[in-house]
């Protein structure tokens, strides 16, 4: 059975838009996220390069650029609907691009929490995944 993922953006773009996991969506897919993650790695090289540690904003900015540019070639958007994505919900749009990819690719969206920890949740019940604290060997003697 085929995966559908819609966005609800009539309010904005004039229409709801659903796609599904075709072949050419999971490729399109594929590559954003692809793209998505050389761009994190040039923020990282660029703060080496200046001899400092990469700001937490330049990750925000590089995630919001490519999943705005991701769903625009997911959806076949042209330019100035492109541009209307920006005018949209972030959570809606994130939300739309995180569910295409988990559920077409098997793969995460990177996001800040994943980065900072803050706000990440990991089990299914919504819970929170705390850190194991690490186990400690003692002689039993």
Known sequence: MSKVVTLNAKDVLGKDYTVIDSFENVKKTSKGLIAMFNAMDEVETKAKEEKREPLLPEYA???????IKNVAKLLNLGAEDTKKL?????????EFYK????????MRVPSMGAITGVGEEDKEDGSVEQPKEKLKTVDPK
């Open 86 to 94: 920006n005018e949209m919900s972030r959570s809606d749009v994130v």
């Open 61 to 67: 900015l590089v995630i919001d650029e490519y999943i």
């Open 99 to 106: 569910k295409v990819a988990e559920d077409f690719c098997q």
